[in-house]
């Protein structure tokens, strides 16, 4: 029997304002995602692909529809078991970087640690975050010595700081050069293919299809392309 997908989600529907200026920002999005998928979201601005990430991680409610992320149901999890969820098996990237400037790299990559009560080795750990990535002789500056591509390097050592089953990313490679930007989907290749992570990447880096099992399209707060529910796919690492 196949496990469980990492995501599945069933007629995902959400809305924003009130009355005459409500929009419908998800109409009815269903999609499964199978343990150790690259799964790349494109589609353009406003058609809800930042939504839909930020309701997989459990940053934003759904309105209808089930959300089923690495076995917990969000509609029945109470708050402390999503915030555990979150913490504990999801990484987030985001496009801005979103580091705090008073703290030192190591600071910011071992952030996730002070949201977990009795946790070990932070700095130890917290360093082989940063040497995964590049960084092992940043520890102790400050974010805003470093480049583009080493802030975002740094982000990306503090997502996966707790080891996350689920990587999720949002426009990751938006402000970087091309360049940096193609030394980051190298990673996230490596990611998935040597450490099997899933990931979840909204992008509009052409190259991003690349190294993807599969990319999907929305359009107005639905999928247009790319498949509704995954059953054909059978790829990924077991
Ligand atoms: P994308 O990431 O594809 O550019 P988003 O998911 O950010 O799209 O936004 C989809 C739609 O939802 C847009 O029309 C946007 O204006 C609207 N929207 C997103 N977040 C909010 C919010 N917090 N309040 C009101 N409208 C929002
Ligand atoms: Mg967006």
């Known amino acids: 029997m196949a496990a469980d997908p990492v995501i599945q989600l069933e007629s995902v529907r959400k809305s924003y304002g009130e009355g005459a200026g409500k929009t419908q920002v998800l109409r009815g999005v269903s999609l499964s995602v199978p343990r150790g998928e690259l799964i790349a979201l494109v589609g353009q601005s ?15 409610k759904a309105e209808g529809g089930t959300v089923r992320v690495l076995g917990l149901d969000y ?33 910011n990559v071992t952030l996730p640690a002070s949201f977990a009560r009795g946790a070990k080795d932070v700095d130890k750990r917290g360093m082989e975050a940063l040497g995964r990535v590049g960084l092992g002789d940043y520890a102790a500056r400050k974010p805003s010595e470093l480049s583009g591509g080493q802030k975002q390097r740094v982000a990306i050592a503090r997502a996966l700081f707790n080891r996350p089953e689920l990587l999720l990313c949002d426009e990751p490679t938006g402000n970087l050069d091309s360049a940096t930007g193609h030394e980051v989907i190298e990673f996230f290749k490596e990611l998935n293919q040597k450490d099997g992570v899933t990931l979840m990447i909204v992008t509009h880096e052409r190259r991003m299809s690349t190294i993807a099992q599969r990319v999907i399209t929305m359009r107005d707060g639905a999928i247009v392309e790319g498949d509704l529910a995954g059953d054909e796919h059978t790829g990924g690492p077991a």
């Open 46 to 60: 406003g058609s809800g692909k930042s939504t839909l990430l930020n309701i997989v991680g459990g940053l934003d």
């Open 75 to 107: 509609r029945a999890a109470r708050e402390p078991e999503l915030a555990r969820l979150r913490n504990a098996k999801i990484g987030f990237v985001f496009q801005a970087f979103n580091l705090l400037d008073h703290l030192t790299c190591l600071g």
